[in-house]
């Protein structure tokens, strides 16, 4: 532009913006191109945007927006870790300690809620110390040093362990009992094949497949209760209760 072609030629040609720029500019290529008002060449907006460091951050937003949960999704993944084998049994929480089983759940529930809001207020101090992505380790790190912060990642890893232990034994269980020509073994390995490849699956995508999942549980468990409405009476009870004194079991089933 004419304003550019006079910065540092030494030329006291007063410096006019793009919204003043009028008439007619010479372009090596074209000659004489007529300019519009409030117009900007190619060129200046070029420069702009490579020199502009929010033309960066919104150039990276979009890919970062792509990788990056909604609240829908997010929700998805969270129904589906409340949702998981553990609650079939809640019903042997009842049959043990009766009614009162529901003051646990209720304990239960309170504390995971709490936790969760701990931790968001805890993950958000790491972030705003200077730590853009926190985990457990972090926040043990900054409370205890370096051997809290080891001693929470073994128990974290620990715990993912005995998590998917857990999910093995009871669909392995569960599947060998309702097709009882296939052994234990085989039902093992096929679904940690299956865990395998479903860990290399992005976490938005995986959401999906953990409201299928969610939605899954959630029918097996109409299904008992609708089918169970259908007989003609009700299943003798067994007599199982043992009182209050077994609430610690309820807490563990729960």
């Known amino acids: 532009s004419i ?25 090596p290529e074209l000659g004489q191109v007529p300019v519009e008002e409030n117009a900007i060449t190619d060129v200046e907006e070029n420069a702009i945007t490579e020199q502009s460091p929010v033309a960066t951050v919104k150039a990276e937003a979009p890919k970062d927006m792509e990788r990056t949960m909604t609240v829908s999704e997010a929700s998805f993944a969270m129904v589906n870790f409340v949702l998981n084998f553990g609650i079939f049994s809640v019903p042997m929480a009842f049959a043990r300690t009766g009614w009162a089983a529901i003051g646990v759940i209720l304990l239960v529930g309170g504390m995971c809620v709490s936790t969760g809001q701990f931790l968001g207020h805890v993950f958000e101090k790491l972030q705003l110390a200077g730590i853009p992505n926190p985990t457990y380790s972090d ?4 409370v205890g040093g ?19 232990w857990g999910n093995q034994v009871v669909l392995a ?14 039902i093992t390995i096929a679904s940690t094949v299956v865990s395998l490849l479903l860990s290399m699956v992005p976490d938005k995508a995986y959401a999906y497949v953990s409201l299928t999942s969610a939605l899954c549980i959630a029918m097996a468990c109409t299904m008992v209760i609708a089918s ?3 007989l003609p009476k009700w299943a003798e009870a067994r007599q199982i209760y043992q009182g209050v004194d077994q609430l610690q079991l309820s807490f563990s089933l729960v």
């Open 3 to 27: 304003s550019g072609m006079a910065v540092g030629t030494g030329l006291e040609v007063p410096l006019l913006s793009a919204d003043e720029l009028k008439g007619t500019y010479v372009d």
């Open 139 to 142: 926040a043990a790190r900054m």
């Open 146 to 164: 370096r051997g809290l912060a080891m001693l929470m990642t073994c128990t974290c890893f620990l715990e993912l362990l005995t998590y998917a």
């Open 173 to 186: 269980t569960a599947v060998s009992q309702l097709l009882p020509g296939i052994g234990t073994l085989p």
């Open 228 to 230: 169970g409405m259908v």
